[in-house]
């Protein structure tokens, strides 16, 4: 994190009152040259030997805090009270310090050491009213969300007194020396901004990165991009004034005429690259804010949304708004800096992972996630790069069913994800729970739950089960995991070679309730068989070295009555799932890093993205670039189609590149057996795959790749590159024909398969996505027909016509 509370005023930092006492304290940073002395009779004395200096001299004590002003990862503070000094505060990046690789780390944290001198005649309350205003002082920096303290586990009276003000024990560590701190065995303890408002009765600061101007600036980033993607999809048609500068008119329901005026590009695939900071609301010719829920009341029957959807649809875009407000704080790091890594591979995976800024490239409201209050936001969004960990329940084989790769049994799963000593545990709570009944515990399966679905869903609609011991929970497990972009998946960050869990999570996100269906759980480990046999028995993909993360085990859970009462696309249906994913640790080799493709398209404060960060890093030029990314990434997905009818949902979240130095190698691909399909007859399917198969036109089999990864992502990628000089759009797409023609020259046997696709049709029809949402934002699409429910808005040049 970067420390900015030396930033703060003193007269403006919060201050503590000591109880029983009229003493307040404001805090202004140490002064080594003059404060020297007075640091010497704080800590050179044994009531401050776990300091660590009680043999100091005042010379040693002020290089130690010259030392320490001139680093840029902490901050000393001197908290005075009426102008005279009472106690020592510092503030310090837990990344550069003794706890650097001793925890799951997580951007936002602070680390906080306190200093207490001896007193004759100590005052009552006055160490918690310490405590107390330095903390309020830490969370004064709208960037910190949770502080972290490593006192000595010998010093049982600073323990009681972090409880007092919320820390929570973790557990012991042991800390290495680090620059003058000496080793030593230390209780970790953290504490949150809900923590320190529940023990203190402060108020709640759970919202702090929710400001005027990061909000100003959060709704000028998501107008602008509904101008370019409602543009796009033709529900808009701004009119050019010149120079490349359009305004966007609409009447109110006031009757008042609103313009937003603005500065775009304009880009092939009719793509619009709208200019956040030149957008200007005008309403009746006066200046208005801008405000992009506003703007969808604006243009509420311009854009479809009906009165019933157009609450949610706002509702959506508050959310995307304030996600945008917290990703402003703690998105700090560049492209340049996460294109380079740190050579921790998976570590830097989920760097990056939790450093995008931007959901879905086409949605406009694409951070929506309905159901989450504020402190979940803070615990379970990706972008907060939390590490939290699951919960677990123990089903009644009755209404549960386990399904995995040949080979891998249950207890087998069980006893390598969860280790002997905690499934040793969860067996004794499922027998003390079901003591006294006639129940078995080894009628029972064990399904990793997401913490938010259970104390909001399970526990309250699972009730019946959860009384009559047909659902029991077991608590949570040791690791700790680390949710993705796609919100209802986990990276095990304790254990990376460990497999990702997917649950199920009744959350609204992108026009779908984000569950997990106990029926396709059936079918996943076959499906994955499957496709691991074509992967392995095709030379053009072995060429392309193309690898699957096969979902190898799921478990769902059917309620009978909830079965009899709704359809096959209930929601009610999706509540109680989950699935393991081989994981990606090891499949990295030497020099080589692991981002979701979407992170190609991450955009950092300076306006440099990721995509370009890692073509300069490989220093083999843009198009020898864009020629190894497209044999990893197009080539196989066209190979699926041709040689299989297999098509994908190959957005970005699915896909992993994997890079060496920069340079493309090959991809991972995930989320296989929800997002795969099988689009014609022709291609057999063991009897356990075939709900995978649809019904396709033959014209509309290639509209996977016109619109999954033409419009919806390289639409996006090559103005990224040509605004950064590093390839124009047309030699872009020069390059992405050049390589699906190569293909077809490697392939002669597919040829006459490959030219009936018509990948160089003169045009396409344009897919519209946000339509999908505005038009229905709890579930877009009926699931047994995703193709006859698609909305199109006329047709789209093919740029490799």
């Known amino acids: 994190m970067t420390l900015t509370t030396d930033t703060t005023p003193a007269a403006t930092t919060p201050a503590g009152t000591a109880p029983g006492t009229a003493a307040t304290f404001t805090f202004r940073p140490v002064r080594p040259e003059t404060d020297?002395?007075?640091?010497?009779?704080w800590i050179a004395t044994e009531h401050a030997r776990f300091w660590g200096m009680p043999e100091a001299t005042e010379a040693e004590v002020r290089d130690e805090y010259q030392r320490l002003d001139a680093d840029p990862h902490h901050r000393a503070f001197i908290a005075e009270s009426d102008g005279a000094p009472q106690f020592l505060a510092e503030v310090y990046d837990p990344a550069h310090s003794q706890l650097a690789g001793q925890y799951a780390h997580r951007d936002g944290d602070a680390g906080l050491h306190l200093l207490l001198p001896a007193a004759d005649s100590p005052v009552p309350g006055f160490s918690e009213a310490a405590m107390t205003a330095a903390l309020g002082h830490v969370f004064a920096d709208p960037s910190v969300v949770r502080v972290v303290v490593e006192p000595d586990a010998a010093n049982t009276a600073v323990h009681a007194l972090n409880s007092r003000v919320g820390f929570r024990p973790q557990g012991r560590v042991d800390l290495p020396p680090f620059g003058s701190d000496p080793a030593k065995r230390?209780?970790?303890?953290?504490?949150?901004?809900?923590?320190?408002?529940?023990?203190?009765?402060?108020?709640?600061?759970?919202?702090?990165?929710l400001d005027p101007q990061r909000w100003a600036a959060a709704n000028r980033h998501v107008v602008a991009k509904a101008i370019g993607e409602f543009a796009h999809e033709r529900l808009f048609e701004?009119?050019?004034?010149?120079?490349?500068?359009?305004v966007l008119s609409g009447t109110g329901r006031d009757g008042v005429v609103h313009e937003y005026a603005f500065a775009a590009t304009r880009h092939l695939l009719n793509h619009w690259r709208v200019d956040a900071g030149s957008v200007r609301h005008t309403a009746g010719g006066a200046e208005q804010s801008v405000d992009a829920q506003e703007f969808a009341v604006l243009f509420q029957d311009t854009l479809g949304i009906s009165d019933a959807q157009l609450p949610t649809y706002i509702e959506e875009l508050g959310s995307t708004l304030a996600s945008h407000c917290y990703k402003q704080l703690h998105s700090t790091a560049t492209a340049a800096e996460l294109a380079a890594g740190t050579g921790e591979t998976m570590g830097d995976f989920q760097r990056i992972e939790a450093a995008m800024t931007e959901g879905h490239p086409c949605f406009v409201a694409n951070n929506g996630r309905l159901g989450l209050g504020a402190q979940d936001y803070l615990d379970y969004a990706p972008e907060t790069g939390n590490a939290v960990a699951i919960e677990w329940v123990a089903l009644h084989a009755s209404r549960a069913r386990y399904d995995a790769v040949e080979g891998l049994g249950h207890r087998e799963l069980l006893a390598a994800e969860l280790g002997i000593?905690?499934?040793?545990?969860?067996?004794?709570?499922?027998?003390?729970?079901?003591?006294?009944?006639?129940?078995?515990p080894r009628d029972y399966l064990y399904l990793p739950v997401h913490p938010w679905q259970w104390e909001h869903r399970l526990a309250v609609t699972f009730a019946p089960d959860v009384a009559t011991r047909r659902m029991v929970h077991l608590g949570a497990g040791e690791d700790l995991y680390q949710p993705q972009q796609s919100i209802r998946t986990f990276f095990n960050r304790t254990h990376p070679e460990k497999r990702y869990?997917?649950?199920?999570?009744?959350?609204?996100?992108?026009?779908?309730?984000?569950?997990l269906s106990a029926k396709y759980m059936e079918s996943t480990p076959a499906i994955n068989e499957w496709l691991e046999e074509v992967v392995a028995s095709d030379a053009?993909?072995?060429?392309?070295?193309?690898e699957l993360l096969k979902e190898v085990a799921a478990v769902g859970y059917r309620n009978p009555l909830f079965e009899s009462a709704t359809d096959a696309t209930s929601a009610y249906r999706k509540m109680l799932a989950a699935l393991w994913r081989e994981s990606p640790a090891d499949r990295g080799g030497e020099d080589e890093q692991l981002a979701t493709m979407a992170s190609l398209l991450h955009v950092d404060a300076d306006g440099n993205s990721l995509a370009a960060a890692m073509i300069r890093r490989s220093g083999v030029g843009a198009e020898a670039w864009l020629q190894c990314y497209l044999d990893s990434y197009l080539v196989p997905l066209v190979h699926f189609l041709v040689r299989y009818d297999l098509v994908f949902m190959p957005h970005g979240e699915n896909i992993i590149l994997v890079t060496r130095n920069g340079l493309p190698d090959r991809m991972l691909m995930k989320d296989l057996a929800e997002e795969v399909a099988v689009i014609g007859p022709r291609t057999p399917l063991p009897e356990a795959a075939e709900r995978i198969r649809v019904d396709v036109p033959a014209e509309e089999r290639v509209f996977s790749i016109f619109t999954d990864v033409f419009d919806c992502f390289f639409r996006f990628l090559a103005p990224l590159l040509a605004g950064e000089g590093l390839i124009g759009e047309d030699e872009f797409w020069a390059v992405v024909a050049e390589r699906l023609r190569a293909y077809r020259e490697r392939n002669p046997e597919l040829a006459a398969d490959f030219d009936e696709l018509g990948l160089f049709a003169g045009e396409f029809s344009l897919s519209c996505l946000n339509r999908l949402q505005l038009r229905n934002n709890q579930q877009?699409?009926?699931l047994g027909d995703q193709a006859g429910g698609l909305i199109y808005a006329g047709n789209l040049d093919n740029p490799i016509a």
Do not use: Q, W
């Open 36 to 41: 020297a002395a007075l640091l010497h009779s």
């Open 186 to 209: 230390a209780l970790l303890s953290f504490c949150d901004r809900s923590d320190f408002a529940r023990a203190t009765g402060a108020a709640s600061t759970i919202a702090a990165h």
């Open 238 to 246: 701004p009119e050019a004034t010149g120079g490349g500068r359009y």
């Open 421 to 440: 000593g905690t499934l040793g545990r969860f067996d004794a709570r499922l027998a003390d729970a079901l003591a006294g009944t006639d129940l078995d």
């Open 501 to 515: 869990v997917k649950t199920a999570l009744s959350v609204v996100n992108m026009g779908f309730l984000r569950g």
């Open 540 to 546: 053009e993909l072995h060429e392309r070295r193309v």
């Open 780 to 782: 877009m699409l009926d």
